[in-house]
């Protein structure tokens, strides 16, 4: 067994990277049916609130750590 698979496998075992790969699966999924509706506003929305509840997840990132210490800010 190669170095890099032990090393690949411990990614993917870490929550954070479980909890991302979930959202996304889930908010594809979500607008994937969207698309297939032919509402075309509702889709536009949809995807503006996805950017913007990203953006500001993007902000604060420094702020959140699962499974560790709060940042002391």
């Known amino acids: 067994m190669k170095v890099t698979d032990l ?10 990277y479980w909890l991302l790969g979930s959202i996304t699966a889930l908010v594809t999924a979500y607008l994937t049916l969207v698309r297939k509706s032919g509402d075309t506003a509702h889709l536009g929305m949809s995807i503006l609130f996805y950017l913007a509840a990203g953006m500001l997840l993007w902000e604060k990132r420094d702020r959140f750590r699962l499974g560790g210490e709060p940042s002391p800010n």
Request: no cysteine; glycine share 0%.
């Open 7 to 16: 090393v690949s496998f411990r990614v993917l075992r870490t929550s954070q």
